[in-house]
């Protein structure tokens, strides 16, 4: 699937609901996160990583973080409480323009838009912090996946922590994602966002997954090594099987 194309179906979701395209928390859909709770969450998040990676004495300096697949800002903005300059990084133009808005009262953090499969804008070694979280399960291209991850490894200056989170096992009844195959039919046959989304609860977006130790032969082909993996089975019947897992990479 072109790179635009998924742009264009996260460009739909961030003008339909955007906080719920990126917490899809149960009674939130259709607008119904208060913006501040949503904020708020970040928080939690970013407290919780910096006491996780603490424990493996990573990142040994707070310079510069990167937050990959930034949408609104929610994480971006949570880590300019522990870094002296952040960055969010967005497939989606209006995502970053939700972002810049929601985050213009906050100094040290930018947001930019990236139509790529790589992250060539950002020199080697210039992140003491690459951060990914509920991203690149929704990255419909494996290569485009293991790409990102050569790159994270490649932008990382040593010493430094890249984290991010991707399912190492979905099961095979999941992987259909008739929901999302019905979407983009439809789309495509002019039915608007709007009505898929609202009336017939049909989303776009893509899960995908990669074992675990075909994700060490990614990491190790790039110098870098993997500290440690949290795994742990997602809630819910209709996820029943699937394997979640956070990863935690050094160079
Ligand atoms: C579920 S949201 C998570 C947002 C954010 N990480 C958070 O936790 O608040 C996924 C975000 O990833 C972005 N995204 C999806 N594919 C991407 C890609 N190839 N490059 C950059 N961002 C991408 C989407 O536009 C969306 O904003």
Redesign the pocket.
Known sequence: MR?EH??KD?NEL?QLDPHW???TSPGKRFGGWDSDEFFAT?TAEAEAFMRRAAEFGLPNARTRAL??????G??TRALTQHFDECIG????EE?VRGARDANADVEGLSFVV?HA?DLSRFPDASFDLVY????LQ??PDRR?IES?IREFCRILRPGGLAAFSLPSHIPAIYRLQWRRRLYLGLRRLGVSAGFLYRRLRLMPIAMSYIPERDMALVVESQGARIVTVDTQGAAGLMNAGLKDSSYYVTR
């Open positions: 790179i998924q742009a996260w961030a395209a990126i917490l970040g937050d990959f697949g930034c949408g609104l929610r994480m990084v967005d497939i989606s995502m990236n499969n990914s979280m509920i991203v929704h990255v485009a990102y």
